[in-house]
């Protein structure tokens, strides 16, 4: 099992190397975003502007990064992938590569944000952590959306209707919980109840995928 796994993800790595239009692409997007809100903005932003605007970028980071790895694969592709690996093999293979993506992406676009736009964050390390969690939590659940869409014609469109509703609390949640590393008081125990609850998300979004997937992959 973990055999086909790791040769699964391989696929994908070498994958994003050869075709490297998309993962440019995207570096461009996030380069470009941080860029203009810099030249849009005389004055520094404030904590509150700044971590608003980094966690939305952070979606449609997601959303250009993650939320395409189904819809790059053939239908001939797909066959062959079906005889070779169990569908919770591939299903795990995509989380994994798709996490990582996002852990590379996020950290690139905090990176950028702390070059352009300055560095308003107390705890730096905390954030960065709160970061990789975040990423982590958003690729999970545009990979799951993905795999199910890609069944769909209009699948593009599909990712984008039934990804926004479900994104947007745990998007709230993350905007909230990492305003801790801004040195905002919260009430106590308030920052492990968020914490529990994003990792409680995290874990039902991978037991989903993997119960789920195996009924996808019949069709």
């Given at each position: 099992?973990?055999?086909?796994?790791?040769?699964?993800?391989?696929?994908?790595v070498?994958?994003?190397?050869?075709?490297?239009?998309?993962?440019?692409?995207?570096?461009?997007?996030?380069?470009?975003?941080?860029?203009?809100?810099?030249?849009?903005?005389?004055?520094?932003?404030?904590?509150?502007?700044?971590?608003?605007?980094?966690?939305?970028?952070?979606?449609?980071?997601?959303?250009?990064?993650?939320?395409?790895?189904?819809?790059?694969?053939s239908?001939?592709?797909?066959?062959?992938?079906?005889?070779?690996?169990?569908?919770?093999?591939?299903?795990?293979?995509?989380?994994?590569?798709n996490?990582?993506?996002?852990?590379?992406?996020?950290?690139?676009?905090?990176?950028?944000?702390f070059?352009?736009?300055?560095?308003?964050?107390n705890?730096?390390l905390?954030?960065?952590?709160?970061?990789?969690?975040?990423?982590?939590s958003?690729?999970?659940?545009?990979t799951?959306?993905?795999?199910?869409?890609?069944?769909a014609?209009?699948?593009?469109?599909?990712?984008?209707?039934?990804?926004?509703?479900?994104?947007?609390?745990?998007?709230?949640?993350?905007?909230?919980?990492?305003?801790?590393?801004?040195?905002?008081?919260?009430?106590?125990?308030?920052?492990?109840?968020?914490?529990?609850?994003?990792?409680?998300?995290?874990?039902?979004?991978?037991?989903?995928?993997?119960?789920?997937?195996?009924?996808?992959?019949?069709?």
């Amino acid at each position: 099992m973990f055999k086909r796994i790791y040769a699964l993800l391989k696929k994908d790595v070498l994958l994003e190397f050869r075709q490297q239009h998309t993962f440019y692409g995207v570096i461009l997007y996030i380069a470009s975003t941080v860029f203009v809100i810099y030249l849009s903005m005389p004055d520094k932003p404030d904590g509150t502007v700044w971590n608003s605007l980094f966690w939305i970028i952070q979606l449609f980071i997601c959303v250009n990064a993650v939320a395409k790895s189904f819809l790059q694969e053939s239908k001939g592709r797909m066959l062959y992938f079906y005889s070779i690996a169990s569908p919770v093999e591939f299903i795990i293979s995509k989380i994994i590569y798709n996490v990582l993506l996002m852990i590379l992406m996020s950290g690139i676009s905090l990176a950028l944000f702390f070059f352009f736009l300055t560095n308003p964050v107390n705890n730096t390390l905390q954030f960065t952590g709160i970061v990789m969690v975040g990423g982590i939590s958003i690729s999970l659940v545009f990979t799951l959306m993905s795999a199910i869409a890609a069944k769909a014609q209009q699948n593009a469109a599909l990712i984008a209707i039934m990804g926004f509703p479900i994104i947007l609390p745990q998007l709230l949640m993350l905007m909230k919980l990492s305003k801790v590393a801004f040195a905002e008081v919260f009430r106590e125990g308030a920052v492990l109840q968020l914490t529990g609850l994003i990792i409680g998300l995290d874990v039902l979004v991978i037991a989903m995928a993997v119960v789920l997937f195996p009924y996808l992959w019949k069709d």
